[in-house]
């Protein structure tokens, strides 16, 4: 289960779902700036006109954004609801700056949902359906076949329509176009890189979980340069997307710089952990000790006018250097194969050890 499963509801509970377990009231904040609203109103002759939905759509988003950080404070605490959600919207004031703060209310509990089929529209079998749904319907699919045709508008109103409706069905050709898009960029294209980032981050959290992890991880698993590998574990960690299972995939994979971005991703904390991951912890700690040994070479070397020797170490680049210089003069890379800035596979298994530790102590 991910955060963005978590399930919220006005009310006290759902139709026939047995509350098993109530937990603790929760909260979550996001802050406007006012002007926000200004410049957005004074663009319009007239608001309540055809424009309006536009406007009905941002505030809409604001309110999915706190909603979304109440899931995850839900899930962190071992929740997998949102019990009587209340919004707020305040009026606060900081060194002259007026803002606006919404909060999200609620209590986060748990419940047993395996009794209790919670549909959603597209799994209602019906003889009638309301004009409403027929034209999501007939713009999802107007959207699926642009984007195989090649031929998609990915604008504000696309992301509004993809994220509110969580279609799944786009993440890979919307996670491709980005990674595309990241490859060709220009200095005067990256704040427009920054808002496609931040809208398929939001959309990914949105979809479900298991699609999304799938998309990004076999994405990576796939042949890429360095730069699109780079991106794909920022996006996994970014969105909490840790999946062991599939972290073990990546290490136990031939391609070396696939294996690495499995260390980077072990770098990053879970949003929650279980009973069941000590074992894979102690598991991965063994793969991650048993995968990573020197590439290079020890060796030693006479010097130069002079019968006394020298140790060297001989980078799997074929650059001699001295034992002492830590990283190859040639490629940049220390004797195991990674770059400086690189997470190390000892200070993986160092923190994965203390974790696995904690972890013990507390189910015990």
């Known amino acids: 289960m991910n955060a963005q499963n978590v399930k919220v509801t006005t009310t006290s509970g759902f139709d026939g779902v047995e509350i098993e377990e109530y937990l603790e009231p929760?909260?979550?904040?996001?802050v406007v700036g006012m002007n926000f609203f200004k410049d957005?109103?004074?663009?319009?002759?007239?608001?309540f006109g055809g424009k309006s939905k536009t406007y009905q759509n941002t505030l809409a988003s604001i309110n999915d954004e706190v909603i979304n950080e109440l899931r995850k404070k839900a899930y962190s605490i071992g929740g997998n609801c949102v019990l009587g959600l209340k919004i707020d919207n305040d009026e606060v004031a900081a060194q002259g700056k007026s803002m606006m703060m919404v909060t999200a209310l609620g209590t986060a509990a748990k419940a047993n949902f395996?009794?209790?089929s919670m549909t959603s529209p597209?799994?209602?079998?019906a003889d009638r359906i309301t004009n409403e749904l027929f034209n999501y319907y007939k713009q999802k699919k107007k959207y699926i076949i642009e984007s195989e045709n090649k031929t998609l508008r990915i604008n504000e109103e696309f992301w509004n329509f993809v994220k509110s409706n969580k279609v799944s069905e786009l993440a890979k050709y919307l996670l491709?176009?980005?990674l595309e898009f990241s490859e060709s960029i220009q200095d005067f294209q990256k704040d427009e890189l920054n808002?496609?980032?931040?809208?398929l981050s939001e959309y990914l959290?949105?979809?479900?979980?298991d699609i999304a992890t799938a998309c990004v991880y076999d994405t990576l698993m796939e042949d890429q340069n360095r730069k699109t590998r780079e991106k794909l574990v920022e996006k996994i960690i970014e969105l909490q997307l840790i999946d062991y299972n599939r972290i073990i995939d990546l290490i136990n994979e031939q391609d070396f710089n696939i294996q690495k971005c499995g260390v980077q991703i072990l770098n990053a904390d879970k949003i929650s952990y279980e009973r069941s991951d000590i074992l894979f912890i102690d598991k991965i700690i063994k793969l991650v000790a048993s995968t990573f040994n020197e590439r290079g070479e020890k060796s030693t070397k006479k010097k130069v006018l002079s019968s006394k020797e020298k140790e060297i170490w001989i980078c799997e680049c074929g650059k001699e250097n001295?034992?002492?210089k830590k990283y190859c003069a040639g490629c940049q890379k220390d004797i195991y194969g990674f770059f400086e800035l690189e997470v190390k596979p000892k200070e993986v298994v160092d923190k994965l050890t203390n974790e696995l530790e904690i972890l013990i102590t507390t189910f015990k």
């Not at 929760?26 to 996001?30: F, P, R, Y």
């Not at 959290?205 to 979980?209: E, G, K, R, V």
Request: charged fraction near 20%.
């Open 26 to 30: 929760i909260t979550a904040h996001v």
């Open 40 to 47: 957005f109103l004074a663009g319009f002759s007239d608001f």
């Open 114 to 116: 395996s009794n209790k």
């Open 122 to 125: 597209e799994n209602i079998k």
């Open 176 to 178: 491709i176009t980005f």
């Open 195 to 199: 808002r496609s980032s931040n809208h």
């Open 205 to 209: 959290s949105l979809i479900d979980s």
């Open 322 to 324: 001295d034992i002492d």
